[in-house]
């Protein structure tokens, strides 16, 4: 069966499964050095580090369903994959934020809101402007149903 092409949500899944990874160790470091292992412990370090983590487990799945769905529907092109280079960058800045850089964390929440908007718009003018769907995806094969 051939692979789905679908690249820019693949890189995008990857990327921000290393982030999450990434954001999962700076917490788990701030539990090892305070000994807080269940809850925060009123540690404002270990809180933010905790809201960073959730708030990428907040964004990034829909971030992604968007990435992925148009990338269904359109194909792969220059404007889907600067979203998911912008979506990961947004993503590291957020977090880098949180730790004191406030500038990170503002560039990356607001980045954030403003690619799920641009994207959710994007996705919701492809039913209702009609016309051609764009470049049909090659290669999609599902399995034949077992029975």
């Keep these: 069966m051939p692979l789905m092409p679908i690249p820019a949500s693949l890189v995008l899944a990857g990327g921000l499964a290393l982030i999450n990874l990434w954001l999962s160790a700076r917490a788990a470091q701030v539990r090892r050095t305070t000994g807080i292992y269940v809850g925060d412990g009123g540690n404002d370090q270990l809180i933010r580090r905790m809201r960073a983590q959730a708030n990428l487990a907040e964004n990034a799945p829909i971030l992604f369903a968007l990435v992925l769905v148009l990338e269904l529907a359109r194909g792969t092109g220059p404007v889907l994959w600067v979203a998911a280079g912008l979506i990961l960058l947004a993503r590291i800045a957020h977090p880098i934020g949180m730790d004191g850089w406030k500038p ?6 607001l980045l954030t809101l403003v690619l799920q908007l ?5 996705a919701l003018s492809l039913p ?3 016309g051609d769907a764009g470049p ?4 999609i094969d599902l399995p034949e149903p077992r029975g």
Excluded: E
């Design 104 to 109: 990170g964390r503002m560039a990356g929440a």
């Design 118 to 122: 641009a994207l959710a718009l994007w």
């Design 128 to 130: 209702l402007v009609g």
């Design 136 to 139: 049909a995806p090659h290669g």
